[in-house]
């Protein structure tokens, strides 16, 4: 597809920055214009928004900066913690790395986060994406980060039909040829703003839009139907039993994962592994952490992760007798305490099964 000529990036930047200082979104962590929010704020939002909705970040960031409120703070704080001010969030990786990445630009750049996309992509947990956003917004480096938003937007102001996600290249190229000298912070945030507010998947608000001039997706009549899509792929579905055993007292037997891997660090209720066939009762039972008696009734929870949709059964089983535990790193806890564990969401709903 043809670039088209009447498309001048300096035009676009200015409407676009214009529209962004009358219609941009008011955001806990944003400043407009001068002086540049603090490279702390844009790291914590960012990494936040990553996998999460801004309405759901703004309360979880403002809640962070009041605990910790610069990086010295964050970094001298345990891992636990920081699991536990995370519940909810879900994708628990990115907080231990965040809980590294903190600890390193204290020890080893004196607490300053690096000034460049380059140097920040280094750091751990930090990705392209990321890195291009702290150093755009909090250090005004001519670079435009391109995120789902962005690939949308500039699909359709261009009308490309290369499917995603090979047209990513072109996008970013296309992105940095419209980043203007000057507010470089600002326009890409007015890049995330117009895809989330006006150029949006379903229905585009085209008649609002500062670009609608020059964009060819809406002047060929296509817009909603950019960008292409490859044929997706269907996610794969992965079993497990999980074992939800109490005691006399009422406590219930948790386990911390591995420090690695999916969910690494946080709190569980025991299960078999999990693989991609369901498990039978009998063969599961291998993987139980204790003898114990169990209850007729199971239950099934859903969870959906990014790559897979996982299915669990719940079993319920009970010990009388103290117990000696197979299970390296467990321990008994109270339901009432469970909110003081960092328990990722599929356990919660696990866990919540046992009042239903
Ligand atoms: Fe998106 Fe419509 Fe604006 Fe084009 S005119 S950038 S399709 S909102």
């Known amino acids: 597809m043809m670039i088209q000529d009447n498309i001048n990036p300096a035009v676009l930047a200015t409407s676009l920055l214009a529209w962004y200082d009358r219609m941009g979104r008011d955001l806990p962590w944003r400043v407009k214009g001068e002086p540049h929010p603090k490279p702390y704020y844009v790291w914590l939002s960012e990494v936040m928004l990553q996998q999460t909705t801004v309405a759901t970040v703004g309360s979880y960031f403002t809640a962070f900066i009041q605990k910790w409120p610069t990086i010295q703070d964050f970094a001298a704080a345990s891992l636990d913690e920081i699991l536990h001010a995370w519940q909810g969030l879900g994708y628990y990786a990115r907080a231990r790395n965040m809980h590294k990445c903190a600890r390193l630009i204290v020890s080893e750049h004196k607490g300053e986060f690096p000034a460049t996309a380059a140097l920040l992509a280094r750091l751990p947990g930090i990705g392209p994406y990321t890195a291009a956003a702290i150093a755009s917004i909090a250090f005004e480096e001519k670079i435009t980060p391109v995120d789902g938003n962005v690939m949308r937007v500039l699909s359709r102001l261009y009308a490309l039909q290369d499917p995603v996600p090979a047209s990513m290249k072109r996008v970013s190229s296309l992105a940095q040829k419209l980043t203007p000298d000057q507010r470089t912070g600002d326009f890409a945030q007015a890049l995330m703003d117009l895809g989330a507010t006006l150029c949006t998947p379903r229905a585009p608000k085209c008649l609002l839009c500062p670009w609608q001039t020059s964009c060819q997706g809406f002047k060929q009549g296509m817009a909603e ?124 709903k696990i866990l919540s099964t046992l009042t239903v």
């Open 225 to 348: 139907e950019l960008p292409r899509k490859s044929l997706k792929t269907i996610k794969p579905d992965r079993y497990a039993i999980a074992f939800v055993i109490s005691r006399g007292d009422g406590s219930v037997l948790l386990a911390r994962r591995e420090e690695k891997g999916l969910l690494g660090g946080m709190i569980e209720a025991p299960t078999t592994p999990w693989r991609e066939k369901p498990w039978r009762l009998d063969e599961a039972l291998a993987f139980c952490p204790l003898e114990c008696e169990w209850k007729e009734n199971t239950r099934e929870v859903r969870h959906v992760f990014t790559h897979f949709n996982f299915k669990v059964i719940v079993c319920y089983g009970s010990v009388f007798e103290p117990v000696s535990l197979r299970l390296p790193r467990s321990f008994w806890v109270k339901p009432e305490d469970f909110s003081k564990m960092a328990l990722p969401t599929v356990m919660k």
